[in-house]
């Protein structure tokens, strides 16, 4: 049998490795001149506005929300598919998370839902670019101006995305991308926040170490409750490496999402019933290929059957409105249908950088035979 392909697989060249070395011999392993170095690379590429870098892409949302102002008795809304962490950070800063439908299709955020869930508390809207697939970023932006609502970007998975041939990140309000191990690109854990001015950007590192501001060689202040997530040194030197080959990796991954609608054929949502992705090869980086399993399927009967071709597949995600924690809050099944039924059979198939188009093929020749099988025992 051939070797497992899993559905992610991080890939770090011996540059990068040799660089990490020199960190770590250098004496200077935490926040130091590779952080800022990495945060002028990034800013260069988002259009020179100001990026601050952190030790994961969690915390850039939560500060963007302090940062906005956003407190106890706001209103903020987000999606149901997502990361949990989309919706933590709304509670960490002590507001109320809205949820909003999905599209059925893009299985982004709903924006005809986002206005409709619109209160006198609302003060902002996180979307969320599931697999890269940005929201129709003209209308998103239409609406906050309506209503006067900051916008903090979940671009988690986005890196490399463009909305009308600009990447994303280079415009808008806030926007957070994550680093973590299974990214496009990666630091092993980290993310960074773009924001929007130099007064803002001085903020979000009080609110990244601690609140301290320091002036001269012992004066120090502390005037804002801040926390621990400065990025190191470490992570930074990774994130060069991995930051030189982002157009390579975007490339590679808009080729083999190109293979995977080649190699499955222009039938196969009618042949078993499962819902393919959007074709788009101009914006979205393809993070993630997703598919939407038919119901006749359950997903861990699915995940257990490709392991058992040897084909590794993700889960991104569960509906946050059900966890127990937001069960708690009032959510509960029947009110977002699209998200549930999305979250319910959504899976996630091999897409890295590191695949080939041999990969993509057996990973749709042991879909479609454990989808052809589940047809027959129906």
Known sequence: MSNFLPFSRPTIDEATIAAVGEVLRSGWITTGPKVQTFEARLSEYFGGRPVRTFNSGTCTMEIALRIAGIAPGDEV???????????NVILEVGATPVFADV??????????????????????????YLAGKPVDMDRLYALAAKYKLRVIEDAAQAIGSTWKGKPIGSFGDFV????????????????????????????????????????????????????????????????????????????????????????????????????????????TNWHLFQIVLPERITRAEFMEKMKAHNIGVGYHYAPIHLFKLYRALGF?????????????????????????????????KAMREVLAESANSH
């Not at 809304?77 to 919706?87: G, Q």
């Not at 039924?341 to 695949?355: D, E």
């Open 77 to 87: 809304i987000t999606t149901p598919i997502s990361w949990v962490a989309t919706a």
């Open 103 to 128: 599209d059925p299709v893009t299985r982004n955020i709903d924006l005809d839902k986002v206005e409709a869930a619109i209160t006198s508390k609302t003060r902002a809207i996180i979307p969320v």
């Open 176 to 283: 957070s991308f994550s680093f973590q191990a299974n990214k496009n690109i990666t630091t092993s854990e980290g993310g960074c926040l773009v924001l929007n001015n130099e007064d803002e950007a001085k903020l979000a590192e009080k609110y990244r170490l601690q609140g301290v501001t320091r002036s001269g060689w012992d004066g120090i202040e502390v005037d804002v409750l801040g926390g621990k997530y400065n990025m190191t040194d470490v992570a930074a030197a990774i994130g060069l490496g991995q930051f030189a080959q982002l157009e390579a990796v975007t490339a590679q991954r808009r080729k083999l999402a190109k293979h995977y609608f080649e190699v499955l054929g222009k039938d196969f949502e009618a042949q078993t019933g499962a819902q393919l992705p959007p074709q788009d090869f101009e914006s």
């Open 332 to 364: 509960k099944e029947g009110m977002f249908p699209v998200a549930e039924r999305v979250g319910r059979q959504i899976v996630s198939l091999p897409m890295f950088y590191a695949m080939n188009e041999a990969d993509v093929e057996r990973a749709c």
